[in-house]
Nanobody, 127 residues
Framework: QVQLRESGGGLVQAGASLRLSCAAP????????MGWFRQAPGKEREIVAA????????YYADSVKFRFTISRSNAENTVYLQMNSLESEDTAVYYC????????????????????WGQGTQVTVSS
């Protein structure tokens, strides 16, 4: 049963922007440190960004720092990933995930600590 639902992916040209959304049930979102991961063809899944339960602490992979922004709306039970200045190397399936065992200010970067995953949304950037 899918608990997390991503949306917002698509096909864009290099330099464009996209905003991904991930909606979760309140019982998961309210307890969850959230993260965005991606997996490109032939590559392992990698973390892109993560945010703690408060929304005040974040992590970014070096490859997306200063281009991507993760945020969360606790009122809407949704986590977002704003992606600017997209590059062809950003092409991948993007997944959101929730770690419901994280303490309040934990920014979780380890994939194996996440308890719930979405099915993913495809982002394709053409050069």
């Amino acid at each position: 049963q899918v608990q997390l639902r991503e949306s917002g992916g698509g096909l864009v040209q290099a330099g464009a922007s996209l905003r991904l959304s991930c909606a979760a049930p309140g019982r998961i979102f309210n307890r969850g440190a959230m993260g965005w991961f991606r997996q490109a063809p032939g590559k392992e899944r990698e973390i892109v960004a993560a945010i703690d339960r408060s929304g005040g602490n974040t992590y970014y992979a070096d490859s997306v720092k200063f281009r991507f922004t993760i945020s969360r709306s606790n009122a809407e039970n949704t986590v977002y990933l704003q992606m600017n200045s997209l590059e062809s190397e950003d092409t991948a399936v993007y997944y959101c995930a929730a770690d419901v065992n994280a303490i309040y200010y934990t920014v979780q970067t380890a994939a194996n600590k996440y308890d719930y995953w979405g099915q993913g949304t495809q982002v394709t950037v053409s050069s």
